[in-house]
Every structure is written in C-alpha cells, then in structure tokens.
C-alpha cells in the first residue's frame, strides 16, 4: 500500500484487494458490543474539506473514531481559508500541528496530489473536483462484492453525468482492475472527450444496456459544475436516462440498483426504485465506514514502512 | 501472519532445523489437553473455544473434535484477531488482519477459552483478552496453548499447555498444522553461527 491514496487510477489490484478484505474485517467489528477499537490512539487526522459534504465527511470521522484516532474537522468555510489563506499554508499549519493523516476534500482537480507534496503525512483524497473519489469507488466495490459474491467478470453500467463526475471515474478505474467491463451511458454532451481512452464501452441508450446488467449506478446530474446547458430540460433527461419502475423492471432478477448520493428522486432515480430491494443506497453507506477503516487503517496501523 | 511464508520463520532466515514434536506426538497432545479441559470445566459445561489465528483456529477445531469423541459434546467454536488491540503495531508494518468469528450465543457468562500455537512474550494473548471484552463478559477466560516456549514479558500463564518448550530467545519455535501447512510437526529453528540476524527478537510473540 502506499503512503497516500489519491486516485485509484494508480492502485494496484493487490492493494485494492488489501482494502476490501481489511474492510470486511472492519464491517464485522460493527457487529461486536463495543464498536471501538484502539488501533490508531494517538494519531490524528484531520478533515480538510474545502467543498461542502457531510456525507463524506462525517462517513471519514466515524471511520477514524472507531480507531479511536483524534479526529480534527477542518472546513474552509469560518477559517483563514476563506480568508485567503493558501493550499499550502494551510498545509504547513497542519503540519505544525502534527496530522498523521490528512482527508482532502477540493473543488480543484488535482489539489490533494499537490498536498501530498507538502506534507509529511498520508493524505487520502476524498473528492477533488471531476477527477476522482477512490474512497467512494472503492466502497461501492465492497457493495458489490458483499451482494453479489464477485466484483471480476461483472458487466456494470454508469449511467448519468459522467462528466462532471469523479465518482464515475474513480470506479471505472477501480472496476477495470478488478475485472469489471464498465458500460457508461449517458447524453453525448454529458462524456468527457477523453472517454474513448477509458477502459469503457459507450452507449447511448439505456434500455439496450439494462437487460445486460449486473449492476447500474446512477450519477446525480451536478447542477452547480455546469456553467451551460448540456441537456433541453429535467424532463427529456429523465425519460431517456433516468431509472423508474419500468425501466427497472428489464434489469435481471439479481442486478443491483447503486447510487453514491445525493439522490435526486425524480430527476436521475424514482422514489420506488431508490427504495426497492435492489437499491444499496443504504447498504452503501453503512459500506463506506467500514472501507474508510480499511484504508486509515492501512495507511495508519504500521510504522510507515512497507512490510 | 497472513501468508505461510511471512509467518514461517524458516523461509525467513537461514538455521538449522529441529524436530522436537512429530504429528503423533501433537495427536497425542491435543487429545490429552481435550481431556484436562473436560476435567477442569466439568465435562464442557458453558465453554467456547476461540482459535487465535492463524494456527490456533486449528487447534480449536482439533480440541473441540477430541471433546466430542470423548464425551459427545459439541463445544461452539470461533475465532478472535487479536491484531488491533496489539501494542506493537507501529513497530512493524501493517499487520493484516484475520477473521474473529465469534459463534452463536455469544461470550456473555460462558467459560471463554483461547487457543493459541504458541505462547511467548504473552502480548498475543493480552491483546486477545482485550479484543475479547469487545464482544462480550465471560464469566471465566482460560488459555490454552500448544507450545509454552517460555520469556514471558507480562504477567500471562496457561491453563493447558501441550508441551513446555525450554528455549532460547535466538531460536524460533515454528508450529505446522495439515490444514493450513499440508503436515503436523513443532520445529525450534536455530540462526546459522554468523552474527547476521542473529539480534532478531526470533519468532513473532
């Protein structure tokens, strides 16, 4: 494992194994009377959140306190940082004050690479712009591990905002190298140039892919990245990519239904399918502190040097 | 502790290998230390064996065998990692964990009793005993072991012990069990007479 984890564009298949076996561990340590444990006592790691998120974020602190690690929230909002204090004297202060481990959060692509450069402690990327989320990947791996017994040769579909999304590319990443075949499916204004790169296959119509699916992930449509108009209305999106009963209806018996959340019922996702057995909605968060363990624990529990 | 190879001391560092308990010998031990158990806890009322892994789940799964053909009991058997209650964690690498498989019923006013390959230092079986208080109050906590090697570092001491095993603390005392290292033998392997390696603390406690 390395010293930081920033994308998983660059983790390895060992590594990504390594994550989700430790965080089965740690989903069974949620079943014992006493949910703490004193792995990380006396090391601190500190939120750094220059984007609002209380999922995340508070899926990150629950993390580190069932370490028993101390646990710092550091929000841009209220501090020097809306004073105009830069990344990297925000850094250095952290720093100082002796953060073993720093969860960055940034509106800038790329921002928590530029940490990890600062600081002499593990950083570990929990979003940064449209580039990746590899926390958020790699819980909905565990989902789908969990649920179905196998993430290899599962055909997953990501439908949705995929331009704005790192969500979509931290998985499509994460899901190649555990032997996914990803299918993204989304308006051709909403895919980044680059996609044909991505390890992917591309299409246009929904309920040609459905039938074929084992898993289908929808993205949120992010209305506060988009600076113009990528689609007519709400309503033509929806009925052409948004998920409802009878679209769901064609997925096979076992398929999963997965969302990262926020959801906008009615808009990407309709209620009924959002709360059907399918969904993992939940599961997915309940999912997402045992891999945050996982990983704090992986980056946290040794001395620092490879074993 | 994860892989065979990690936790096998002869494939980390070159020394002579000696045989000191052949399978039958360890066949003949388990069976004894069913029987001590049944003496001590009156025929198995309310106990739970819990394996340490990697090789003390085994071992558990052994003693439990033993005691129902004896006695036809069915002793509820488990597992705990200790790893996250360890207080040597930041002296090593990370530390993979292992699965705790606590059974049915719980630990709560049941006779808990831990088993282990090997006892050493003693810091395995505090950390258990502290990872066991996570998943419940047994009314009693008893440790079994199958090699007492000696050189304790905390007030710890067993309640069965298969065999006790005079060493030095240079020497590392390596248990294989069939089913996870294909044969059953205890091994204490000796470093090679060159100083290399030779200030190695020996086997993990």
Redesign the interface.
């Given at each position: 494992?390395n010293r930081h984890l920033l994308s998983t564009e660059d983790l390895s298949r060992d590594d990504a194994l390594?994550v989700l076996?430790?965080a089965e561990?740690?989903a069974?340590?949620a079943e014992?009377?006493?949910?703490?444990?004193?792995?990380l006592r006396g090391r601190t790691v500190v939120n750094l959140f220059f984007e609002d998120s209380t999922r995340t974020r508070t899926s990150f602190e629950v993390a580190a306190k069932r370490?028993s690690a101390d646990v710092i929230n550091f929000s841009a909002r209220g501090s020097s940082v809306s004073k105009g204090e830069s990344l990297k004297d925000t850094a250095q202060t952290l720093e100082a004050m002796g953060a073993d481990a720093v969860v960055c959060r940034h509106s800038a692509s790329g921002a928590p690479h530029r940490l990890a450069t600062w600081v002499r402690g593990s950083v570990v990327n929990a979003g940064d712009g449209t580039h990746e989320h590899p926390t958020q990947a790699l819980l909905d791996a565990f989902t789908m591990r969990r649920r179905l017994g196998r993430v290899d040769g599962l055909a997953v579909t990501i439908v949705g905002d995929v331009l704005h999304s790192r969500v979509a590319r931290s998985n499509v990443w994460l899901l190649a190298t555990l032997g996914a075949s990803v299918t993204v499916v989304a308006p051709p204004t909403l895919l980044p140039l680059g996609v044909s790169s991505w390890p992917v296959e591309v299409s246009y119509d929904l309920d040609a892919v459905l039938p074929k699916s084992d898993v289908v992930m929808m993205l949120r449509v992010q209305r506060e990245r988009m600076s113009a108009a990528f689609f007519p209305t709400e309503r033509e999106y929806s009925r052409r990519y948004g998920l409802d009963v009878d679209r769901a209806a064609t997925l096979p018996e076992h398929a999963l239904v997965m969302h990262p959340g926020p959801m906008v019922r009615g808009m990407e996702i309709s209620s009924q399918v959002a709360d059907s057995v399918r969904s993992t909605v939940v599961e997915q968060v309940a999912n997402g502190v045992s891999v945050r363990m996982a990983v704090l624990?992986?980056l946290l529990?040794?001395?620092g040097?490879?074993? | 502790m994860a892989s065979a190879a990690a936790s096998d001391p002869a494939s980390r560092r070159p020394g002579i290998a000696r045989t000191v308990l052949s399978a039958d010998d360890i066949t003949r031990i388990v069976s004894r230390m069913a029987h001590q158990i049944l003496e001590k806890t009156s025929g198995g009322a309310g106990v739970v064996l819990l394996g340490v892994p990697t090789r003390g789940v085994p071992l558990a799964h052994r003693l439990a065998q033993r005691v129902q053909a004896v006695e036809g009991v069915d002793l509820p058997v488990g597992s705990l990692?200790p790893t996250?209650?360890r207080d040597d964690?930041?002296?090593?690498?990370?530390?993979?964990?292992?699965?705790?498989e606590?059974p049915d019923g719980g630990v709560d006013g049941r006779v808990v009793i831990l088993v282990d390959d090997v006892l050493y230092s003693g810091r395995t079986v505090r950390a258990a005993l502290?990872a066991l208080?996570?998943?419940?109050r047994p009314r009693t906590v008893q440790l079994a072991v199958l090699v007492d090697r000696g050189h304790r570092e905390l007030p710890i001491r067993a309640d069965y012990v298969g065999k006790n095993m005079p060493t030095s603390r240079r020497e590392s005392v390596a248990v294989r069990l069939r089913e996870i290292d294909g044969a059953d033998a205890v091994l204490i392997l000796s470093p090679e007479a060159s100083p290399a390696g030779a200030a190695d603390p020996g086997d993990l406690p």
């Open positions: 494992m390594l076996d430790t561990r740690m069974r340590v014992a009377s006493v949910r703490k444990l004193p792995t370490l624990y992986l529990g040794g001395s040097e490879v074993s | 990692d996250m209650y964690l930041r002296l090593r690498g990370v530390r993979p964990l292992e699965v705790t606590i502290d208080a996570a998943y419940g």
